[in-house]
T-cell receptor
């Protein structure tokens, strides 16, 4: 059963703690993406990776970090430097995007609440 | 940088009424995609339009790509409560190998 999984669905953390969100895909896609969604803000790109061991900053990368050691996995760490981390985080994957705009397939998302 | 704008931001209709959302890009697009996100869910791909002036239909949904390939629309005929959600358009951001998403139009349908 192919798809993208994100865990956990809900995550609670205390302010000042780093937290890592998981994203795994078995679609054999080269590219993976992380988005943040706040009410009324649409989807804002945090980081993306078109190939293993390479990733690029998106529009709102400050306070976040990623790694891409395996094709199937693209974990996102929300660091204590992120001023407003409470949000809905979406991971997506696609075939490698060479500028043509590949269709993206999204995971179910993780809702992070920082208290 | 490239911008993709959608209007309206929000629309509330009675079941059976029609609905249209519009998408405008600051640059010419090679294609445009539409996604739907149900409340509490994640965006799901609906369709991709590639050709200038292209029109595609999915049951009660009609998608159009403008002649200049800078705008698009999604029209829903006779809305149903199952149409509730946020509809996003997205276009290639060719300089960065990503998609640029509009902020979406939230549709609420009252029975």
């Amino acid at each position: 059963d192919g798809g993208i999984t994100q865990s956990p669905k809900y995550l609670f953390r205390k302010e000042g703690q780093n937290v890592t969100l998981s994203c795994e895909q078995n679609l054999n896609h080269d590219a993976m993406y992380w988005y943040r969604q706040d009410p009324g803000q649409g989807l804002r790109l945090i980081y993306y990776s078109q190939i293993v061991n390479d990733f690029q900053k998106g529009d709102i990368a400050e306070g976040y970090s990623v790694s891409r050691e395996k094709k199937e996995s693209f974990p996102l760490t929300v660091t204590s430097a992120q001023k407003n981390p409470t949000a809905f985080y979406l991971c997506a994957s696609s075939p490698r995007d060479r500028g043509r705009g590949e269709t993206q397939y999204f995971g179910p998302g993780t809702r992070l609440l920082v208290l | 940088g490239q911008q993709v704008m959608q209007i309206p931001q929000y629309q509330h209709v009675q079941e059976g009424e029609d609905f249209t959302t519009y998408c405008n890009s600051s640059t010419t697009l090679s294609n445009i995609q539409w996604y739907k996100q149900r409340p509490g869910g994640h965006p799901v791909f609906l369709i991709q339009l590639v050709k200038s002036g292209e029109v595609k239909k999915q049951k009660r949904l009609t998608f159009q790509f403008g002649e200049a390939k800078k705008n698009s629309s999604l029209h829903i005929t006779a809305t149903q409560t199952t149409d509730v959600g946020t509809y996003f358009c997205a276009g290639p951001n060719s300089g960065y190998s990503t998609l640029t998403f509009g902020k979406g139009t939230m549709l609420l349908v009252s029975p």
